[in-house]
């Protein structure tokens, strides 16, 4: 899966590249990223954060930090979502939206503890994150 797929927000102003493959890919249901998303639920992908290059309108990104651990990133212009950035992490959250030629392939569903849409499709459903991310590694039945 490794390769260069290109992104963009929603009016184009804002361009981003990532290269390599992710380390992770999933589903997200936390009540932040449902906020954030305007969605029952937030599809990932996580980067290094050097995997992740700006190649226009760099200028044109805002931030928003509601926490430490996710620094929201968007187009001034359109206000569409770009990526997070997790310092903590050392990860970046590239929205599987913003990079439509990457073939998303979700292995996990992180804080499924703070659902609002069940999601029956076998895949790992975890109470918050794994524990290499730092989260208690606890999964939750289906």
Known sequence: MAGTYKGACF??????????????MGYCHCE???????SPL?????????ALKVTRGAEN???????????RQFCKTCGGHL?????PLNMV???????????FEPAVHVFYSEKV?????GLPKMK???SEFGGSGETLPE
């Open 11 to 24: 009016c184009g102003a804002v361009e981003i590249e990532v290269t390599g493959a992710p380390v992770a």
């Open 128 to 130: 918050d994150f794994p």
């Open 117 to 121: 849409l069940p999601v029956r499709d």
């Open 61 to 71: 990104i805002g931030e928003y930090h509601k926490t430490e651990m996710s620094h």
């Open 93 to 103: 959250d590239v929205y599987a939206a913003t990079i439509p030629t990457l073939k």
């Open 42 to 50: 937030n599809a990932f992908s996580l980067w290094s954060p050097d």
């Open 32 to 38: 932040s990223c449902r906020s954030w998303s305007a």
């Open 83 to 87: 990526f997070t950035q997790h310092p």
